[in-house]
C-alpha cells in the first residue's frame, strides 16, 4: 500500500529569471478522483533568481511549480536532487490583465541534463504529441481519425519503437506512464474491444494511483462503464441503490455481479469515480451521493480510498452553505491588516475585483446604494486582485468607497480556496464565519432581494 512507504527528501534548486522575491510553490494532486490540489512545499526566490527547498516524497509523481498565474509541469523522484531552469516569466500590464485563476500561464521547466526522469517523460510526450498532431493537428483535424486504420498502424508502429528506446531505462513509473498512455491511445482508437483493453491494462493489475497516465486511463475506461447495455450493473441499479439509501457495502456487493468488478480493490475505485460522476448527473440526489462517500470515509476497504473518499468529500462541499469560509489577513489601504473574522456579528458581502475590470467597477457603484441601506446588518468588503498593492492603494484613496477595500496579497490559494475563477466575483459569508452562498447575486442583479429574506429570517 502506498500508505506504509517511507517519505525520503526530495531536493530542489533552479533559478527562475524575472521571479525575483516571489514565492514558489510545489503542487500536485492528493489523488486523481477528486482532483484536490495540495503544496508539498514553498520558497521564496532569491534576489539573484535562485531557489531551493526540500520535500518528502513516497513515490514518483506528477507536480507543477507555481509562481502567481504562472505554472509549469516537473515529475518528481524521492531522494533525488532535482535541477531545473524556469523560463519565461514575465510580469507586465498585459500579463496581470490575464485571469490567472482561469487558465494559469506556462512556465518553460527545463531539467537538468542528468535528470533521466523528465527528460525521457518529455521525449516520450512529444513523439505521442506528433502522432496527434500528425492526426488532429488543425481545424480540418476529424475525430474520427483517430478511430481509422491508419491510426491504429501508427500507434502499433510507435509503441515498437517505444519499447526498443525506452526499454532498459530501469525506472518502473515511466514504463507504467508509457504502458498506460498507449492504453489511452488504443482506447481512442478502439483497436481492441474495451473488454480485451480490460483484460490486458486492468485485470490483476496493481492499481496505481500515483501514476498520472494510470489514472487517464482508468478514468477514460469507466467514465461510461455503466452505461453499456451489456453491463450486468448499470448507471439504473446505481441510482436505485443510492436514492433509497442503501448501505454502502450493499452498493459495493451489487456492483460485485459485474465479472470484471470482481477484484475488491479495483471495485471500490470504480465505485468512487462513479460516486463523483453521480453527484453532477441529473437523478442522482446529491445528499444520498455524498452520504456514500461519507461512508466511504470510514468504511471503505482500503486506505488509500478512504482518503480519495475524505478529498472527494471535500472537493463536492467545500463552497456549500454552511462550510467554514477561510479566513484571511489582507492589508487595506491604510496599512491595516483585516481579517474576515473581524466581522463576526454581521453578515458579510465579500466581492473580488481587478481595477481593469470594467463590469467589477461598474458593480462597485451598485455597491454604494447596498452598502448605504445595509450598513448596519451587511459588511461590505472588496478585496482588489490586481497584482501590485499600489493598483489598489491609488484606487481606493481616488474613489473613497465607504466599506473596506484589502489587496489579495497574490495569494491565489486564497482565491482557490474561496472558489474565485472570474472578476467580478461576490460571496455572502453569515455571522459565524461560514458560507451562506457562493457563488452570490451581484450588486445588479438579485442580492438586495436575497439579503431581504436572510435578514428578514433573523428576526
Known sequence: MIFQVTAQATYITGTAKGAEGKKLLVRTFADYISGREITLGYTTIDSTGNFSLSIPLRSTIYAWFEIDYYAGEVYLDPGTHHVFTLKGIVFNEKTDRINGNLEQQTISVIPDSSDRLNIQLRKFNVTCNQLLIRYLGDESGNPFELMSKSFRIAVDSLKLVCDTVFAKNGSSFINDYIKYRFASLQYMNLQNSTQKLFFSYLFHQPVLYNNIEYMGFFRQYYENYFTAVNRPFRTEHLRYLINTDAPYAAILDSM????????????????????????????????????????????????????????????????????????????????????????????????????????????????????????????????????????????????????????????????????????????????????????????????????????????
Open 256 to 459: 460485485g455481479a459485474d465479472t470484471l468488478l470482481q477484484n475488491e480493490v479495483l471495485r471500490e475505485v470504480v465505485l468512487l469515480e462513479a460516486l463523483r460522476t453521480a453527484y453532477a448527473t441529473s437523478g442522482f440526489k446529491r445528499s444520498s451521493v455524498l452520504r456514500v462517500i461519507g461512508s466511504m470515509v470510514s468504511e471503505a476497504r482500503f486506505p488509500e480510498h478512504r482518503e480519495i473518499a475524505k478529498n472527494l468529500l471535500y472537493m463536492l462541499t467545500r463552497y456549500e452553505s454552511g462550510k467554514p469560509a477561510p479566513d484571511f489577513a489582507l492589508m487595506d489601504e491604510k496599512g491595516d491588516t483585516i481579517q474576515l473574522s473581524d466581522f463576526k456579528n454581521k453578515i458579510v458581502y465579500l466581492h473580488f475585483f481587478t481595477t481593469w475590470n470594467t463590469a467589477s467597477l461598474e458593480e462597485m457603484e451598485f455597491m454604494r446604494t447596498l452598502q448605504s441601506k445595509y450598513a448596519s446588518s451587511v459588511q461590505f468588503v472588496s478585496i482588489c486582485c490586481d497584482r501590485e498593492y499600489m493598483k489598489m492603494y491609488h484606487f481606493a484613496r481616488d474613489q473613497k468607497f465607504p466599506w473596506p477595500l484589502l489587496h489579495f496579497n497574490g495569494d491565489y490559494q486564497l482565491l482557490d480556496a474561496l472558489g474565485v475563477k472570474t472578476y467580478p466575483y461576490f460571496i455572502l459569508v453569515d455571522t459565524e464565519g461560514r458560507f451562506l452562498l457562493n457563488p452570490a447575486e451581484s450588486p445588479s442583479g438579485n442580492i438586495e432581494s436575497r439579503l431581504n429574506t436572510i435578514l428578514e429570517g433573523k428576526n
